[in-house]
Nanobody, 124 residues
Framework: QLQLVESGGGSVQAGDSLRLSCAASGRTIRFYTMAWFRQAPGKEREFVAAISPVGLTTNYADSVKGRITISRDNAKNTLFLQMNILKPEDTAVYYC?????????????????WGQGTQVTVSS
């Protein structure tokens, strides 16, 4: 069983940066497509970014392109999300997810493992 634990969230001002981490245990992540999703209060969980098993391919939601970068270190079994130029609309709980496939997906049901989430709050 793969366990995922997010960290790095916090409260920041608009324009600031944050780097989220997702530490995996139980299995190596090098065979999984990894992704970040987020869920704002009263809204559905939405796709943010995904990265292929060896990191050659990345996919981003239009709302974060150019500001957010997903990366992974398979040797350390860790996934990252570098978030720059944060906006109040980025406020949400951010979740790390893993999919037993090399094909990326943008949908919640496509992912097999989830972390508990880390809160990001951006004030104007």
């Amino acid at each position: 069983q793969l366990q995922l634990v997010e960290s790095g969230g916090g409260s920041v001002q608009a324009g600031d940066s944050l780097r989220l981490s997702c530490a995996a245990s139980g299995r190596t992540i090098r065979f999984y497509t990894m992704a970040w999703f987020r869920q704002a209060p009263g809204k559905e969980r939405e796709f943010v970014a995904a990265i292929s098993p060896v990191g050659l391919t990345t996919n981003y939601a239009d709302s974060v392109k150019g500001r957010i970068t997903i990366s992974r270190d398979n040797a350390k079994n860790t996934l990252f999300l570098q978030m720059n130029i944060l906006k109040p609309e980025d406020t949400a709980v951010y979740y790390c997810a893993a999919r037993v496939s090399s094909v990326p997906s943008y949908t919640v049901p496509s992912y097999d493992y989830w972390g508990q989430g880390t809160q990001v709050t951006v004030s104007s």
